[in-house]
């Protein structure tokens, strides 16, 4: 009887390090730190030459530089200025 009490307290102590190795060893990936992006917008408002008001959202995490070229892109394509779009597409693509 004590050898199969002895085998039986070997099994579990066994199983109990089997399991608590496994998890030791279980590895996962780590997590890779997550930088914060400025998702935050303001409203530009615009008013076309037709008299129409329009507005849109703009990224505050854009430079000053960007941010003009922005509004500017936006005036000329929500205003319909075909004379300046390669301009203010031009500053826009550069900002992107």
């Known amino acids: 009887m004590y050898k199969k009490f002895t085998k039986i307290i070997f099994m579990l102590v066994l199983a109990n390090m089997t399991f608590a190795g496994c998890e030791l060893l279980d590895m996962e990936e780590e997590e890779e730190e997550e930088t914060s992006t400025d998702n935050s917008t303001y409203t530009y408002k615009y ?47 550069a900002c992107k």
Not at 62 to 81: F, P, Q
């Open 47 to 93: 008013t076309c030459p037709t008299g129409r008001t329009n507005s849109i959202q703009i990224p505050n995490r854009l430079s000053s530089s960007c941010k003009r070229a922005w509004e500017y892109y936006a005036r000329t394509v929500g205003c319909n200025d075909m004379d300046n779009y390669e301009d203010a597409a031009r500053g826009y693509n």
